[in-house]
């Protein structure tokens, strides 16, 4: 493999400061949410961009942006890379648009050398990967994958009431120049640079991670019904307390989950206590919990861990608890063969790397349920992400990027 090409570092964190002032928040951080007038912008901008270089731009009906480069046959799949350019309602720059404009780099530093490949790649901005406007996270790849749009997404609603099937087709009208594709389709691999969203990489001065896997998610709702009742007149025989219950099986799984298993991650994201009177006992309490484990056996195991001790905490005080789980993503292991080609590259460019488990999930989790895929990590400051504050120290973007184009590179090389 031939590591004497470049990318152009100055003009990849040129673009990344563009990029950042789609949306940008005061705090120097970015809103850029799904299919936002922002997110619309970013969009334009990155089309006009490729257009100004002469490659062909199309959409998806789930408005995934795609940008080709033509390889030597049209007969043989496209090779992917990219990210997404959404953002969290506070989040970060580089959370997603250091993917997506990496692989625009790798684009062009491919046209500008001059150099061929087998089959056309491919620079991929996927929609509504955060899932801060729109729930699930991941859409446009989860669709992509799966060759369909579930019915449901389509009366989806943001939390300002926005209606996702028509901010789907406002999106899709915002690029008329942009060729209209089909959803999916064959694509010889893919591969994804991102921010670790973690400390590891940072704290043993690693500038590559390379990911081996992305663990499995489950998210649970969880609602206990007890009775409510005065708070000044009711006595502790007579109540039956939801928040009581919970609040034991909270302690239970705090003591028992993560500290069990350095790998498990149990997280109560929210919490909503009916009828909320300072002088009432609660009626309800509702609460979300997320599971995540790489091994999908003990993700079993922990949900029904998670729903023993909702139900006997809830029963022992009168309760009842009603369990329903709202999400589901299997563990993701990525391709041999294409985690050999990040290796091979990152050795030959004499970088140093380690492999990693992804605790987040990413587009490039469904993608690998269709094809070859991987993902490259750099470091991110104190592992800090959906944060305005979130850094990434300059030379790590443009070694990330750099190991993403040999990475391609040597992916593609098995096809000559």
Not at 60 to 89: C, E, K, T, W, Y
Request: aromatic share 6%.
């Amino acid at each position: 493999m031939d590591t004497s090409a470049r990318i152009d570092g100055e003009r990849l964190l040129k673009r990344l400061d563009e990029f950042a002032a789609i949306g940008a928040t005061p705090a120097g951080g970015v809103n850029r949410q799904a299919l936002s007038v922002e997110d619309r912008a970013a969009r334009a901008r990155l089309a006009a961009l490729a257009q100004e270089r002469g490659f062909a731009v199309f959409q998806d009906p789930m408005a995934n942006l795609f940008i080709r480069r033509p390889g030597v046959s049209d007969d043989l799949p496209p090779f992917l890379i990219g990210s997404h350019l959404d953002s969290q309602p506070m989040g970060g720059r580089f959370d997603g648009a250091l993917g997506t404009l990496s692989a625009f780099e790798v684009l062009e530093t491919l046209e500008d050398a001059g150099i061929r490949t087998p089959m056309a790649v491919e620079v991929v901005a996927w929609t509504n990967e955060e899932g801060s406007q729109y729930s699930p996270g991941c859409m446009g790849s989860m669709a992509f994958a799966s060759g369909a749009i579930p019915g449901e997404w389509q009366a989806a609603r943001s939390p300002d009431g926005k209606v996702l099937g028509e901010e789907l087709t406002a999106t899709l009208d915002a690029l008329p120049r942009a060729i209209q594709r089909p959803l999916g389709g064959a694509v010889s691999g893919y591969l994804e640079v991102h921010i670790e969203q973690g400390p590891t990489l940072e704290r043993e001065n690693i500038p590559i991670g390379i990911v081996h896997a992305i663990q499995g998610t489950r998210w649970l709702e969880v609602v206990v019904t007890g009775q409510t009742a005065h708070a000044g007149t009711t006595q502790l025989s007579f109540r039956r307390d939801p928040l009581v219950a919970v609040t034991d099986a909270l302690q239970d799984l705090y003591n028992t989950v993560m500290p069990n298993d350095e790998r498990a991650r149990l997280t109560i994201g929210r919490i909503s206590v009916e009828p909320a009177s300072i002088n009432a006992i609660p009626g309800k309490v509702s609460f979300s919990v997320d599971l995540r484990h790489p091994d999908a056996a003990e993700l079993a195991r922990l949900e029904n861990h998670v729903r023993a001790i909702c139900e006997t905490k809830a029963s022992a005080l009168g309760c009842e608890a009603t369990i329903r789980r709202t999400f589901d993503m299997p563990p993701a292991q990525f391709s041999p063969s294409l985690l050999q080609a990040v290796e091979q590259a990152a050795s030959r460019l004499a970088v140093p790397f380690r492999p990693m488990l992804s605790g987040a999930f990413h587009d490039a989790l469904f993608l690998a349920r269709v094809t070859d895929a991987a993902m490259i990590f750099v470091p991110c400051r104190d592992g800090l992400s959906h944060n305005e504050a979130e850094f990434v120290e300059p030379e790590h973007c443009v070694l990330g990027a750099q190991v993403l184009l040999h990475s391609t590179l040597a992916a593609l090389a098995a096809y000559r």
